[in-house]
């Protein structure tokens, strides 16, 4: 895990580090997002939980109606259960390598792209992490409004695709609604 961690690191470092040297080229963007997650696990009886997300994210403007988009983001995630008091927290760095941005107008942007998740950990009721796999992977979909030149605020949901136990008599399935704002530097 320390050395994925530490690989996640040098990557974005790198990232950085590239989009920096080249900031003064017309079209490349980099910043930071933060926000918060309504999430749920699918193919349960769970309810929703809140929990937060923010990371750092460049974009690279192919033309005035298209950009890809990369993010590096923290998310905290999980469920409650509908029949008890119990809940669970799942902690992700989620990497979205090459979300497709589309302006159909001016400020509004359309979004998607692949996702994958990396289990920092977790806690909660019935939480053992050996119970759950390391990765997590689906699509992210959404829609974005520019504020400002450097504010834009959006939403999104990330539709888990692989279940994310290793237990073959539950399936669970990552479900999250975000919101937030993305401030470009």
Do not use: H, W
Request: glycine share 12%; with cysteine; charged share 20%.
């Amino acid at each position: 895990m320390k050395k994925t961690i530490k690989l996640m690191l040098c990557a974005v470092l790198l990232g950085v580090m590239t989009i920096n040297a080249q900031e003064k080229q017309k079209g490349i963007e980099f910043g930071i997002k933060a926000g918060a997650n309504l999430t749920e696990f699918r193919n349960t009886s769970s309810k929703f939980k809140i929990g937060i997300m923010g990371g750092v994210f460049s974009q690279y403007r192919l033309s005035e109606k298209l950009a890809i988009r990369s993010e590096i983001l923290y998310s905290a995630q999980g469920a409650k259960s509908k029949n008890s008091s119990g809940k669970i927290k799942l902690n992700y760095i989620n990497v979205l390598p090459a979300i497709i941005k589309f302006y159909p107008i001016n400020k509004l942007s359309l979004e998607a792209g692949p996702q994958v998740g990396y289990l920092l950990g977790g806690k909660g009721t019935g939480f053992v992490k050996s119970n759950f796999k390391k990765i997590d992977y689906g699509v992210a979909l959404g829609i974005g409004y520019s504020l400002t030149d450097n504010l834009e605020i959006g939403i999104r949901y990330n539709l888990g695709f692989a279940d994310i136990t290793k237990e073959n008599s539950t399936s669970l399935k990552n479900s999250v609604f975000q919101a937030g704002l993305s401030f470009k530097l």
